[in-house]
């Protein structure tokens, strides 16, 4: 049976890219098993539409905004991310259910933070099944599925959330990892049974507002990295900063390149010895990888993976972008001169996520039917 599967979400400045690239990661695994996906976004600025399109999927476009406005939407009680969703939520409800028009739709897949039940009420009486994903277990949620990927949510934690009947999935088995992560899985971990730190992957997401990254290469230039080794920047080509850094990266002694559209994030992952990123849903492609982390909390949403991944031994954290300059230095010093915690961070990373995570859920998503 071809299930029409439909997806309800945005990127944008304030929002980041994670929720389009984790919903591309679903849609590609339902397609591959011969489901049809489509998507509804709005054309925020630093939105990823085009892209959504050249990965071959249709998009109905919805009215953006240039920035956020400080503040929730008028009306009732809204959840604490309504001001990203630019308008009020009955606004997006209706608008999104002309975009579905007479389809048949077999699952609405919704990930935003500024939706709650109430939009999802609306949009149900006119879908099979409607799926949620969420990292922050803070509102009501009207679902048939609910996915949370963060290592050690439990289902317990949605259980104010959520009408009876609504099945949970939880934890970091669930990751949506693209397939390469776990093809490449088994000769990553094992060449970080030997290599040292000699090249560094800085990654503060695809947006990175408030330039993080420029913060990192000042705090690398303070340290004894080599020389002669490598750092390799990855920016989203729409990123605010983009040029001050390429230009800052140009004035460094060390060897650093700056890449934008990365489309081989796996193979990069790979050959890196050590990552410098956002605590953020590249998390679990590092994991799935061993790749050693330092993670900077860029949001207040981010606190929960940085806390779970320091618990299990995985990565060292640096809990705000203000501890950057005084942190840094002193952690990279530590692991240059400590090469065995990186192995051992690389060993519990490996344990957190095995890259089958969108298999899995695509296999709920076809037995639910």
């Not at 259910?97 to 897949?109: F, P």
């Not at 104010?160 to 990751?175: I, R, T």
Request: negative net charge; contains cysteine; hydrophobic residues 45%.
């Amino acid at each position: 049976m071809k299930l029409n599967i439909w997806f309800r979400v945005d990127a944008a400045t304030w929002i980041g890219i994670g929720h389009v690239m984790r919903c591309l990661t679903l849609a590609d695994a339902m397609r591959k098993l011969g489901h049809s996906c489509q998507f509804i976004s709005r054309s925020h600025a630093g939105n990823l539409i085009a892209h959504i399109r050249s990965k071959g999927y249709a998009v109905t476009q919805l009215p953006g905004i240039d920035r956020v406005l400080s503040g929730a939407t008028a009306g009732s009680v809204q959840p604490d991310h309504s001001s990203w969703l630019g308008c009020h939520w009955s606004e997006d409800a209706a608008q999104s259910q002309a975009a579905l028009g007479d389809s048949s739709v077999d699952w609405l897949i919704i990930d935003h933070y500024a939706l709650d039940s109430r939009w999802e009420s609306e949009l149900k009486a006119v879908c099979g099944r409607v799926m949620v994903i969420d990292d922050l277990a803070d509102r009501s949620h009207d679902c048939d599925l609910l996915l949370d990927q963060t290592i050690g949510r439990r289902p317990a934690d949605y259980l104010p959330w959520l009408k009876k009947g609504s099945e949970v999935l939880c934890g970091s088995q669930y990751a949506l990892l693209r397939p390469e992560f776990a093809r490449l899985r088994s000769s990553s971990l094992l060449r970080r049974r030997t290599d040292d730190i000699r090249h560094v992957l800085i990654t503060m997401g695809g947006v990175d507002q408030h330039n993080a990254t420029g913060q990192v290469l000042n705090a690398l230039n303070c340290t004894g990295f080599p020389q002669d080794g490598r750092i390799t920047v990855v920016m989203g080509a729409t990123a605010p900063w983009l040029a001050e850094v390429r230009q800052q990266a140009g004035q460094l002694a060390m060897s650093v390149e700056v890449r934008t559209d990365v489309i081989d994030m796996a193979e990069l992952m790979a050959v890196s010895d050590l990552a410098i990123g956002a605590a953020g849903a590249t998390s679990w492609e590092r994991c799935c990888l061993g790749l050693p982390a330092i993670m900077v909390v860029l949001a207040a949403n981010q606190t929960g993976v940085a806390a779970g991944l320091k618990e299990v031994g995985a990565a060292e954290i640096i809990e705000d972008t203000l501890q950057i300059g005084a942190r840094l230095p002193r952690l990279i010093e530590t692991l240059l001169a400590s090469p065995e915690r990186c192995r051992e961070m690389s060993q519990r990373a490996a344990t957190v996520a095995d890259g089958c995570g969108a298999g899995r859920v695509a296999q709920r998503l076809e037995a639910l039917i």
